[in-house]
């Protein structure tokens, strides 16, 4: 809006960018990791993170906050790569037919949780971390007590040894960094899974592509005020239902590209933390609770990976602990959440504040009429 | 042009919400390209009739209405808003209903976008066509240009003036193809008198253009230059329906109040009331809905003053204001000590309580027993009905003393209640307002505010609570300012009624002046104290 610099304004609308700055600027000398060894990591680490973060996008544009709730995508996700391990599919079909699984898994999730929200609008985040955790609950009948006693499963090596139920720990050997290594380039000292790459790129000419479109003009609109847009004749609610469920199957394909480069999957952990890292990234990278955009996205990932590369080595490095780096960072991304969701807030109220500026302080303000 | 079928036609319409009767009647009809001017004061009908025209499902809900509505000669009945616009009605509200975070043009095309078709549109339906940005702009030009303004289509909305605001509002509704009839409701009520100005320009405009237009607005100046016809509503009555040729507005004024124009020199004889109890100077408040801009005033020692004016002027912020309920800003002085804005607990402390408009919000805790209600204010500011024990470390309620003065104030205003422990929220609207003032007359006060007591409460009830302020005022001597809606209320028990419109007083008149004075204040004419006969 203001044409001219304001440097507490920049500050303020990025205050949390520039302190995982100022962080990882200390944090990279006093770890002692080489550049090379840095950069590599994160080439890695965007091709395995950046798909799960792009799915909170449409749910923000929408206006219904950052979807905690995209772990039910993931654990559909999960659900996939089982049964494709179980019927031993290999390599990117394997992928290909783990996704084809949690698609309706998946879609049918994310119609629960927009149904859900709906119910709680106003409350969206805090209710889709909750139902994350109800959700988690279910998943384990499904896995623990169903699996291979309900649902078919053959292999013996995946089953607990009491005959049925998936056991804690899945080997992906089958698929292990299949999409990874379709096409890997190597330029210089470092290789590039370019092909996750482009799907990544996909991904994001999808999003291009759907904010230009009837249906992500009525998502914004809808973000900006429900009132208007309903009467206006868009049908708020099956809108943002259509937009937790694209988020919940987005989820659920970054959740088998991330397993796929970890190479196995803690089968009832995997899932956890999913809507915690990809939301950490994305505020991280800039994004607020009302805007977030494809490069706060990159932004993100390659920041808070940045710290997380480094932090643990430079922890041991300081305080001969690499304990105390983890413990660091973590805090940090949660304060980057908190930091993120207090900023919003009082952003809000500033503004609501200023919109009234005018009618307050009687004539002068008001600009004399009369 | 009067032989031409009108384009709409109101025949006989009646109306009531569960045995009020709010539309009584009402008959009248509107020409092509004609311009009408609705008018009548709060609760008139003006809001009930046009949503009998939309089919606002609050109709349909209290069981429908009788009469016909007719559009170019045939009878309908739109079960929807959405209906009404489908046949060509627009309407552009008070408050906007714009996305401020898009541009002129997304909002004058919302959910009416012109669209590309793709390939996706096949499997996943019309939600998924990309949108024709330049169409949509060209189409919002055309809009603007129909409209006869200047408007910037790509400027976001919450970068415009408010002004921009408004034409963004309608060009919206005549963005619609087949666009027949626009209501307008009090669309230049946030305007400055130039943009007002350029905006009936271009309401003639669309006149013009053969657009029909209902136009409700208070400010009566505004009706009588842009208007072909003006209709009067009253207590639900059409009381007037003439050519708007030859009208003035003290003539408007009187048909929206007046049960009998020359009714002066009423109830009680002014009374000599010695030095200013209050004074308020240049009080500004941030009231969402009831801004008070500018508004001076001084109140006498033992008088009761009124604060009349139309819904939404800022009447009830002023009470609101001064007792710190809202972000307020100037100078009041009790007794010629200045008063704490901002602070409730400064203006409790000072003297001054407070009977809500709100009350069930702010006056009553509805889940508990009247005593705690009627004591609970006195408790908490004078430290009364307490008793102390250890030297002033506990304080306990005490509760004998509590249900005598609850007693007291139930033979004292009649409440109707089982007893002292009876919850607020069993009783009737009336006994709960009759509660508030017992809470507020506990604190006895040396300024009363009192803000809408008659609002929602039977007739019979209104007549007590009245005497009531009435008694307390004379017996204790007790400086009471209230706030209302009911012009006739006011005139009943107040010395003086000041009207405010607009977030400024308009004027102060004693309740012995014509009606029409008091319309024409309440239509935003200013009379000098001078002019008065």
């Keep these: 809006m203001s044409k001219t610099f304001d440097p507490r304004k920049f500050l303020a609308d990025n205050l949390v960018v520039v302190i995982f700055l100022v962080v990882t600027a200390f944090a990279v000398p006093v770890s002692g990791l080489s550049a090379q060894f840095i950069i590599q990591e994160l080439f890695t680490r965007i091709g395995r993170n950046a798909f799960l973060v792009f799915s909170l996008l449409l749910p923000i544009m929408a206006g219904m906050g950052i979807n905690f709730g995209m772990v039910l995508g993931a654990m559909a996700g999960e659900i996939g790569l089982i049964i494709a391990v179980d019927w031993g599919i290999l390599g990117v079909n394997g992928l290909a037919f783990a996704s084809l699984v949690g698609m309706p898994i998946a879609v049918f999730l994310g119609w629960i949780a927009g149904e859900v929200l709906n119910r709680a609008k106003g409350r969206e985040m805090v209710t889709g971390y909750i139902l994350g955790f109800f959700m988690d609950g279910v998943y384990q009948l499904v896995v623990l007590y169903m699996m291979g006693y309900i649902i078919p499963i053959r292999s013996p090596a995946i089953t607990l040894s009491r005959g049925y139920g998936i056991r804690n720990t899945l080997g992906l050997d089958s698929v292990r960094q299949s999409l990874d290594n379709l096409l890997a380039v190597r330029i210089g000292p470092y290789v590039l899974p370019l092909a996750t790459y482009m799907v990544i790129g996909l991904l994001c000419v999808f999003i291009i592509w759907f904010r230009r479109t009837k249906l992500g003009q009525d998502m914004r609109a809808i973000g900006q005020d429900q009132g208007v847009s309903h009467s206006a004749g868009i049908s708020v609610e099956r809108t943002r239902i259509i937009a937790i469920m694209i988020s919940t199957v987005l989820a659920m394909i970054g959740q088998i590209i991330f397993l796929q480069n970890m190479g196995n999957m803690a089968t009832y952990n995997a899932h956890k933390q999913t809507g915690f890292f990809a939301a950490a990234a994305l505020l991280v990278g800039g994004a607020s609770v009302s805007k977030a955009t494809i490069p706060n996205v990159f932004i993100g990932v390659v920041l808070l990976h940045l710290m997380y590369i480094v932090m643990p080595r430079a922890g041991a490095q300081l305080f001969g602990e690499a304990q105390i780096g983890e413990f660091f960072r973590d805090a940090l991304s949660y304060a980057a959440i908190a930091m993120a969701l207090v900023i919003y807030a009082w952003r809000k109220r500033a503004n609501a504040e200023r919109a009234r500026a005018g009618l307050r302080g009687g004539e002068a303000a008001a600009g004399g009429v009369k | 042009m009067s032989n031409e079928s009108p384009l709409l036609s109101f025949e006989g319409i009646t109306k009531d919400f569960y045995g009020t009767v709010v539309l009584k009647d009402v008959s009248f009809t509107l020409g092509r390209g004609r311009i009408l001017g609705l008018v009548g004061e709060n609760g008139a009908g003006k809001t009930t009739l046009m949503s009998v025209l939309f089919g606002m499902p609050v109709i349909s809900e209290t069981g429908g209405f009788s009469g016909t509505v007719k559009l170019d000669g045939q009878a309908v009945s739109f079960r929807t808003p959405f ?45 998924m066509s990309v949108l024709d940005r330049p169409k949509m702009r060209a189409r919002a030009e055309s809009a603007i240009g129909r409209l006869g303004v200047k408007l910037d289509p790509d400027m976001l909305v919450s970068e415009m003036p408010v002004g921009h605001k408004q034409f963004t509002e309608i060009a919206r509704e005549i963005n619609r193809d087949n666009v027949r009839l626009l209501v307008l409701d009090e669309p230049t009520a946030v305007l400055t008198e130039s943009e007002a100005e350029v905006l009936l320009a271009a309401l003639r405009n669309l006149a013009a253009q053969g657009i029909s237009i209902i136009f409700i607005s208070h400010r009566l100046h505004e009706v009588l230059s842009v208007c072909d016809r003006i209709v009067t509503l009253r207590d639900g009555r059409v009381v007037k329906d003439t050519d708007a040729a030859g009208v003035t507005v003290a003539d408007v004024a009187s048909w929206m109040v007046g049960r009998d124009v020359d009714d002066a020199g009423r109830k009680g004889a002014a009374r000599d009331l010695p030095g200013a109890a209050l004074e308020v100077e240049n009080l500004w408040v941030d009231m969402p809905g009831e801004t008070v801009r500018n508004v001076s005033f001084s109140v006498r020692e033992g008088e009761i003053f009124g604060i009349g004016g139309l819904a939404g002027q800022g009447k009830l912020g002023i009470p609101n204001g001064i007792m710190g309920l809202y972000p307020a800003g100037g100078t009041v002085r009790l007794h010629g000590q200045a008063v704490t804005l901002d602070a409730p607990r400064a203006a409790l ?127 204790f001597g007790t400086t009471i300012v209230m706030a209302s809606s009911e012009l006739e209320e006011l005139r009943s028990i107040c010395d003086r009624v000041a009207i405010v419109d607009e977030g400024r007083i308009a004027g102060i008149l004693p309740p012995g002046a014509p009606l029409s004075e008091f319309g024409l204040l309440m239509a935003g004419q200013k009379v000098s104290e001078e002019v008065q006969p």
């Design chain 2, 349 to 475: 402390d000072a003297g001054m309580a407070f009977v809500s408009e709100d009350r069930r919000g702010v006056g009553l805790l509805l889940d508990e027993s009247l005593d705690w209600n009627i004591a609970f204010t006195a408790m908490q500011i004078k430290g009364e009905y307490l008793k102390t024990y250890l030297g002033g470390l506990v304080r306990l309620r005490d509760e004998k003393a509590m249900k005598a003065l609850t007693e007291e104030y139930v033979k004292l205003l009649d409440i109707k209640c089982t007893g002292p422990k009876q919850k607020a929220k069993e009783l009737s609207g009336g006994n709960q307002q009759k509660i508030c003032l017992a809470k507020a007359f506990a604190l006895r006060p040396s300024v009363l505010f009192v803000s809408e007591p008659t609002r929602g409460i039977d007739v019979g009830a209104k007549a007590l609570v009245l005497d009531n302020l009435r008694h307390y005022n004379r017996d």
């Design chain 2, 83 to 127: 209906d009404a616009l489908d046949a060509g009605i627009g309407m552009v509200h008070q408050e906007f209903s714009l996305i401020p975070g898009f541009t002129t043009t997304e909002n004058i095309v919302l959910n009416r976008e012109s669209v590309k078709p793709n390939p996706a549109v096949e499997v996943f339906g019309e939600r």
